[in-house]
């Protein structure tokens, strides 16, 4: 069974750090993927879907130093779904993207430090090799 996800996004704003109570790091983020076609009329359709990003330990900690609103970037990962109950006893549901790769596709928006060489680099969370080339 394969259980994988590829996009290519924009970031719909700084990604948000945090920690378990163990001290691992993880960040979330949104990240915006478009589509676009022409209607009956011959009008221009945009389409946005937009996908929560969680990353882990080393790629959290790159997302959360590099990864600024609007920057472009390819991710890779697994789909997961959990739910919780909210504070109203609700029965909550949210479906996420868990990278595993990340890698930067152009310096649209500033860095949260200055700019660097880390603008075309591959991430990846678990030491396996980068991805070098997208299949689309």
Same mark, same amino acid.
């Given at each position: ?88 006893? &609700? ?39 980068? &991805? ?5």
């Amino acid at each position: 069974m394969v259980n994988k996800a590829l996009l290519i996004g924009r970031l719909g704003k700084d990604p948000e750090v945090r920690y378990t109570p163990d001290g691992t790091m993880i960040t979330n983020f949104n990240l915006a993927t478009d589509e676009q076609w022409k209607d009956k009329s011959g009008e221009k359709v945009q389409k946005t879907e937009w996908h929560r990003i969680v990353t882990f330990g080393k790629l959290a900690e790159i997302c959360g130093n590099y990864l600024v609103k609007g920057k472009l970037v390819f991710v890779e990962g697994r789909i997961q779904t959990r739910s919780w109950e909210d504070k109203d006893g &609700v029965k909550r549901f949210t479906t996420e993207i868990i990278a595993a790769n990340m890698q930067m596709l152009d310096s649209k928006g500033q860095n949260k430090t200055e700019e660097s060489s880390f603008e075309a680099a591959s991430v990846t969370n678990n030491g396996s090799a980068p &991805v070098d080339d997208v299949p689309f």
